[in-house]
């Protein structure tokens, strides 16, 4: 069973920064992608970043690209968001999620409409203005 368990929110001012992290297990086969989505009061869910398990295709929304950046720790099995420059509209839950496969257009189609096969607990990152 995949499980996947998000850390790392918090409350921080307009312009600074968190890093959240993502720590997986269960994976018994090695082609995936691991990412986050977020969810704030009142909004559509939203595929914010993700990464291949093989570390070579990385996305991130228009609405946070150039500030945040995910990377991973194999070793560690943990996916990080670094989040800088955040904005107040950067407010919500944030959740860790995994889908399988290799196809990087099939995961961008299924991380932006949330159809994809694993999710972990959220964890809230509030910033104030």
């Known amino acids: 069973e995949v499980q996947l368990q998000a850390f790392g929110g918090g409350l921080v001012q307009a312009g600074g920064s968190l890093r959240l992290s993502c720590a997986a297990s269960?994976?018994?086969?090695?082609?995936?992608?691991i990412g986050w989505f977020r969810q704030a009061p009142g909004k559509e869910r939203e595929g914010v970043s993700f990464?291949?398990?093989?570390?070579?295709?990385?996305y991130y929304s228009d609405s946070v690209k150039g500030r945040f950046t995910i990377s991973s720790d194999q070793a560690k099995n943990t996916v990080y968001l670094q989040m800088n420059s955040l904005k107040p509209e950067d407010t919500a839950v944030y959740y860790c999620?995994?889908?399988?496969?290799?196809?990087?257009?099939?995961?961008?189609?299924?991380?932006?409409?949330?159809?994809?096969?694993?999710w972990g607990k959220g964890t809230l990152v509030t910033v104030s203005s």
């Open positions: 269960g994976f018994t086969r090695d082609d995936y992608f």
């Open positions: 990464i291949s398990s093989s570390d070579d295709y990385t």
């Open positions: 999620a995994a889908d399988l496969g290799t196809d990087f257009t099939i995961a961008t189609m299924r991380f932006a409409s949330g159809g994809v096969d694993y």
